[in-house]
């Protein structure tokens, strides 16, 4: 007899973008005269660019000499990759990680859901809402959630964190005190930002109630304000309350070549002293052979004089994007947020149409494709979500094409 895992079989549905990406297939099936345009998932459009090119490059041609041929990875990543990032993503900008604090990974989506592992099995989550879906699924599917109520569409064991237009899509610290608290900013999906002084103030709640926070730093290139933190380790304290997740799909173009990072400190510590750094290289030594080679070659090219100059050029093009996105769709009369630190431009629905009413009527009206707002939670409902990182002229002219509806 088959036993299954039956958290698994308590998740709803299928995964957000999954649902999003059938529904286009088939609309486009019946449709094949017309052109769709995708601001539906944030994938990235621009070519790698080509610091990152010629590294590749190098490292293909290093693959193929027995002198400098590599085999498996070092599971917790490359010195080289450690190193570059340790210096210019965070003791550059005042953040005290060493190297050996930072373990690299296939990127921030198989780390943000498979990091709940090392945690108590009876840990209670906080998240936002609405919410990156991964966070909460990957904790169903440990068991930790309870019970899924179809109506209100939330998790008996889940504290949610409503984030709205009047907190500024910024959540307020818990009654309720959780284990694990995720938050992520530059926000996905709000594209909401909260300041240096409004982050310390989570890293001392977390200190003072023993909580752990998961800090998704992926979008952390789209910040353009000053007092908008890139790192959690900004905050004073945080080294004893949190992990960092980094992403190089959204600041280099990586959603294909997959890698990311996760830094946990040495003094984020149990009760009892332990290492929570020590339980999660046991993890990755068991469970990865570590990010090939060659793409880690491409990351450490990110952060070369060359590369960074590239990658600012290739962020400063979607920022473009998103700016004419929100102006755009503010001129035509919709209530939008977000798109000034981030990619993400969040709008409310026009005519009380649900999240999901909206997404069906944009598609066959404007053939467009964004994310409907309830899918990332029940707070997500009556908004909507658009990227800012399809070509520059398929986002004129999708906009255009709302604008006019
Ligand atoms: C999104 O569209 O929310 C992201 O691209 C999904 C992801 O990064 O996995």
Request: charged content about 20%; aromatic content about 12%.
């Amino acid at each position: 007899m088959i036993k299954l895992n039956e958290n698994y079989l308590k998740l709803p549905g299928s995964y957000l973008f999954s649902t999003i990406a059938k529904k286009v297939s088939e609309f486009s099936q019946n449709n094949p005269d017309k052109k769709i345009i995708r601001l539906g998932i944030g994938d990235v459009t621009q070519p790698l660019c080509p610091a990152v090119i010629s590294a590749l490059h190098s490292a293909v041609d290093e693959m193929a000499n027995a002198d400098t041929f590599k085999g498996y990875a070092p599971d917790l990543g490359y010195e080289f990759l450690r190193k570059a990032m340790a210096e210019n993503d965070f003791r550059s900008r005042g953040c005290d990680i060493a190297d050996d604090e930072i373990f690299i990974s296939d990127g921030a989506k198989s780390d943000s859901a498979n990091i709940q592992e090392i945690f108590s099995a009876d840990s209670k989550i906080a998240v936002c809402d609405p919410v990156y879906p991964v966070y909460v699924d990957s904790n169903v599917m440990a068991g930790r959630t309870g019970d899924y109520d179809t109506t209100s569409e939330v998790w008996s064991n889940v504290i949610y964190m409503p984030c709205l237009a009047d907190n500024n899509f910024a959540p307020e610290l818990p009654k309720e005190t959780p284990d694990l608290i995720y938050l992520c900013f530059p926000n996905n999906p709000t594209g909401a930002t909260i300041t240096k002084s409004e982050l310390q103030k989570w890293v001392d709640y977390a200190n003072k109630n023993g909580a752990v926070i998961i800090y998704d730093a992926a979008y952390e290139a789209y910040i353009s304000e000053d007092d908008v933190p890139h790192s959690i380790y900004e905050c004073e304290g945080a080294r004893t309350c949190a992990i960092e997740l980094r992403s190089f799909s959204k600041n280099a173009g990586f959603t294909g070549l997959r890698l990311g990072a996760t830094i946990i400190p040495h003094d984020l510590k149990t009760k009892d002293g332990v290492e929570v750094h020590k339980l999660w290289a046991r993890r990755h030594g068991t469970k990865y052979n570590g990010a090939p080679y060659i793409v880690q070659k491409a990351g450490e090219a990110c952060y070369s004089a060359e590369g960074k100059a590239q990658l600012k050029e290739q962020v400063a093009y979607y920022m473009k994007n998103a700016s004419y996105i929100y102006n755009g769709l503010k001129n035509a009369g919709y209530t939008v947020s977000g798109g000034v630190n981030s990619p993400y431009i969040w709008l409310r629905t026009p005519d009380n149409m649900t999240s999901w009413e909206f997404f069906d009527y944009l598609l066959d009206k404007a053939n467009v494709v964004g994310t409907p707002g309830s899918g990332f939670g029940p707070s997500g409902e009556h908004y909507f979500r658009l990227t800012a990182f399809g070509t520059y002229e398929n986002t004129v002219e999708a906009v255009d094409r709302i604008a006019k509806l």
